[in-house]
């Protein structure tokens, strides 16, 4: 195989009460590269649709972090190349982890041109290594999804350890990404460092009780556990008309609504198409009366993660 | 009716990584109370076996103050009391829950007497006056399970929301109580109340692999989960011979070990009653020959909580 073209999706990360563990897979928006095994050494990226901003030096480009570290993994000297031609439809600094889509995208399609020494799931380390470089810190909470699809948790670092959710398949969600930028440095940067023992008490019952409720398909548990008393309170201040989106989300119906990543994407679970859509009404109300622009998505979980396209 | 034997179970609290909301009951041990409905009003308490040191002034005792919160409840206002016998065989200050075992009986039974205007889980909020009244705080974390039976999650105190979790039923307990006696009050104040927001994520992953993990009943990552960075560090060091304890169940195949409620007793999981027989002797081995007393006990989980005895 010389040519191949893959697509690796847009995740929502920390999942309300899961700070820097839970995110799951969106269906239809993420990223879609074409990758050709070249004569020439190196890897070389071109940029397609939505790129706009984002270096093309693959030293400085998470996919040429993340796919050297893989090709590093296998002490891989074969005289050959890899050329990216990358295509974004959520642009950069969206909170649907846009790097974790490149990385994920790119690593899954190199291993895949290489006859797949690794699993998706060895893949994940190596995506990481993407996001190192994109926001300062290995995370694993996109990329996993991403990579994997469900609903997933990283519940170590130290060693990684990765767990595929059991999660009910009516589950839905309705993104809305308001257009504008809040970079993850700055949104970390406002992150309390010490928490309230009590806070971080409120939110493992809450882990405790979203994994549960998931596995269980126990919506109303699913719902009530979508609280975040650790992140949203202060993150939530960077992201116009929050409170306005988060209430008119359950004012149609939806099981729980928060940030999605760092910001400044809000998104709400339901367990229906039909509300899914009413929250997405909403949210294009939200912002379009006040005059910001703001796209909207509609999804299921995602089940498949990054997956070859032709 | 007129009389009635019941029987709540001894309880593991914490269960490593949930503190302050992880549960579960046990087989066999537990707090037994024969109640009468008298013709004179008001409560009585007996004591039977190993209730020594238990005042048995009603306003005093747990059981009085359960019981008492559960009728004001009911308003009620016939002329008629209640004589409670205690038989105990965990004694006070075990970390097993002793004072949840002796609430959770004392409403479990007079409820049965009153016809059951009560669901069990109603019964949680009137036993947890119990646990205010022993320890000063309102705690569900053993009632739950001595009630309800099962691996129990206390999501969420404002609104009490307790989960039932579902988990594998091979799982086995083994559990060493060294015949010394650690105050919850002592062992509370030890605890930090800040938290590194990094402990804490650690914390919540935890929680979420065990969750998942008794869901999918995958040993593996029950065991990986059954981590403690708030509390165990710390708490620990009250707990003669913890380490080596902890180590002697991990050399037998525990899943997991740590420390049952705020201590002294240690419990372990593991996958069979094999393992948990071999754990057994081995905690027992670790505290005879450093000749301090300790009481071992072994169980499954027990699904039930409390029942009527007779």
Redesign the interface.
């Known amino acids: 195989m010389k040519k191949i073209e893959v697509f690796a999706p847009s995740t929502v990360a920390n999942v309300a ?6 995110g799951f897979a969106m269906e239809g928006i993420g990223d879609t590269i074409s990758i050709s095994k070249t004569s020439t050494v190196g890897i070389s990226i071109e940029h397609g649709k939505g790129c706009k901003g984002i270096p093309t030096n693959p030293q400085k480009n998470v996919i040429g972090v993340a796919v050297n570290a893989l090709l590093e993994s296998l002490a891989y000297t074969e005289k050959a190349g890899f050329r990216f031609k990358v295509s974004k439809n959520v642009k950069p600094g969206s909170g649907l982890g846009s790097s974790a889509s490149s990385s994920s995208a790119a690593v899954f399609g190199v291993n895949e041109l290489l006859g797949n020494p690794y699993t998706k799931r060895d893949l994940i380390k190596f995506a990481m290594k993407g996001e190192e470089a994109a926001s300062g810190l290995p995370h694993a909470d996109n990329v996993a999804p991403s990579l994997l699809g469900g609903f997933t ?4 670092y130290e060693p990684l ?1 990765v ?1 595929s ?2 999660y009910p398949e009516s589950l839905y969600t309705t993104v809305v990404h308001p257009q504008i930028e809040v970079k993850t440095s700055d949104s970390k940067k406002i ?8 806070d ?14 998931l ?2 398909s126990d919506f109303g ?1 699913i719902g ?2 979508l609280q975040d008393v ?1 992140a949203e309170p202060t993150r939530s201040m960077l992201i116009p008309l929050f409170k306005e989106a988060k209430e008119a989300a359950f004012k149609e119906g939806a099981l729980g609504a928060s940030i999605s990543g760092s910001g400044p994407s809000i998104f709400a679970l339901s367990f229906s198409r039909k509300i899914a859509e009413s929250i997405a009404i909403a949210f294009n109300n939200v912002y379009a009366s006040n005059n910001i622009l703001a796209h909207v998505y509609i999804s299921r979980i995602n089940p498949i993660g990054a997956e070859i396209l032709s």
Chains 1, 2 share one sequence.
């Not at 992150?191 to 009590?198: A, G, I, N, P």
């Not at 971080?200 to 409720?213: D, F, K, M, S, Y």
């Open positions: 009460c899961g700070f820097d563990v839970l948790l990283v519940r170590s350890d767990v959710l059991t992150l309390k460092r010490k928490v309230d023992l009590r971080a008490i409120t939110q493992w019952g809450n882990v405790g009780g979203l994994v549960a409720g596995a269980q548990l009530r556990s650790i």
